[in-house]
């Protein structure tokens, strides 16, 4: 599982992250943040992907789960 740490980032950095995680094909990955609109973004950027994001419960910052889809659709963010 690929892991990300986007805690103390601000918005959009973690959905950022998330996107190339997504483009490097990385099938599982698991995400931390702490921004509020977080989750917002973060499920906006898997949707697009054609991902599933969960969200799990209990932490004292968001944290969530992505499965990505067998093929990314890489139109959904520039890359870089």
């Known amino acids: 599982m690929f892991v990300i740490d986007a805690r103390g980032q601000p918005c959009p950095w ?30 906006a950027v898997a949707v697009a992907a054609g991902a599933t994001i969960m969200r799990l419960p209990g932490e ?14 890489t139109s959904f963010t520039p890359n870089g």
């Open 14 to 43: 973690p959905a950022v992250r998330l996107a190339r995680a997504l483009r490097e094909a990385h099938p599982m990955i698991e995400i931390m943040a702490d921004d509020p609109a977080a989750e917002r973004e973060l499920t």
């Open 60 to 73: 004292l910052s968001l944290l969530f789960h992505v499965v990505a889809p067998g093929v990314v659709n």
